[in-house]
């Protein structure tokens, strides 16, 4: 990447953000991406390839990522030395990948500095840290989901079971690491759930609890950015959640996706977008709240239409490294436009037509106890053009090694022809790594087939 001019302030006000009029103009941006994940790993590799970057630094970033650009080891959730490192390289844009950086407030600090910030606000972020702030939301816009109720008492909490059959949904309501949600099977489950929650298993995130009506059918995820006014729709994926085959064993943060979904049709999409997205984002401008980022909706899609399940202020992961697979266009223009409020400037964004998967290589003992400092080998082999390997837990060793340092370790990628075709080449390379510690699902896809 050669280094440019600056892209001048007052870029706000420049009408054409196409990748050809900005680089006519010879900027050179320099952007922070946060992160450290298969997430970032992906949004950087995208973002190093648009012809718009002079410079890109990762915070903390991770061995992949740093084959590709600078590096610096700052915690996501160190929010000052964040926002000291986009002054010291002189940030045209920062973008934010992780939930817990904003809920921090970077967004908010970068806001006051003058900083675009890819990543909504504190206040904004509700949507994601509080699930009663997001239901109550979503009641006062008519956004369709599950009837719920919310308690800070067990006793209250306990009697509005009564309103449902098993199963029952018992919700933390803060961030709780992916472990905040329980569907109890029966009604002494549910109970045994709340008391867990309210009695502070997960400190000040389970202060309140929500109660959900429990809904049917297929989940996908769908991605729509917003500068605060606008939105676009941003893509589609479908999660494999649990750790093992079949959808059985606990709860994972995501053992693999796949896009596009057929099961979210292009009248499904508009749906969503028209019944959610739209409402969501004219509400949190209403409300004082500009969301400004990517509002990921974790949709149910029940016998009676779309619903919500619930809302992430940031791409899925490993979502994103699918919708990374298959963007056509370049990134580096929306997350801009995001964050400098100049969406309805751009054109919906360009897809392949071919399918692409990631496969989500994970240490054993993922999640509940993930055992780490594994040696993996094969990584940086050629595995063609087809496949791309993101990083999602790794560290480099003193040795020079690379050791699995975190629950998913490995992000196979492939793009293929249709999702038969990926699938096989995602599976071939796995096979070519060499990793007798981890595990991974071998049926990521298996409802699109
Ligand atoms: P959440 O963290 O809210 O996305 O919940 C995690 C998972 O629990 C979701 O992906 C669903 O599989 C399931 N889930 C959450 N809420 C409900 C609900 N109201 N009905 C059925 N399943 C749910
Ligand atoms: N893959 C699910 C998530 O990112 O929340």
Redesign the pocket.
Known sequence: MSRGQRVPQGLVDQPDLTPAAVQAKGWAMNILLVGSGGREHALAWKIAASPLVGRLVTAPGNPGIAALCETRPIKVTDVEALVALAQEIAADLVVVGPESALERGLADRLAELGIPCFGPTQAAAQLETS?AFTKDFTARHNIP??A?GVFEAAGPAKAFLDGFTA?Y?V?ADGLAA?K??V?AESRAEAEAAIDDMLGGRFGQAGARVVI?????GE?ASLFALSDGQAAMLFGVAQ?H?RAFDGDRGP?TGGMGTYSPTPILTPALMAEAEQKMIAPTVAGMAAEGHPYRGVLYA?L?LTPTGP?L??Y?ARFGDPECQVLMLRLKSDLVPYLLAVATGTLDQLPAPQWHDEAAICVVLAAPGYPDAPVTGSVITGLEQDFGPDVAIFHAGTERAADGSLRAAGGRVVNVCARGVDLTEARAKAYDAVAKIDWPEGFHRTDIGWRAL
């Open positions: 699930k989901t599950a719920y199963p949904v919700k992916g905040g949600v569907i959900e009506e429990f809904m049917t989940e999660d959640k709860n974790g149910m619903k399940v619930e992430n």
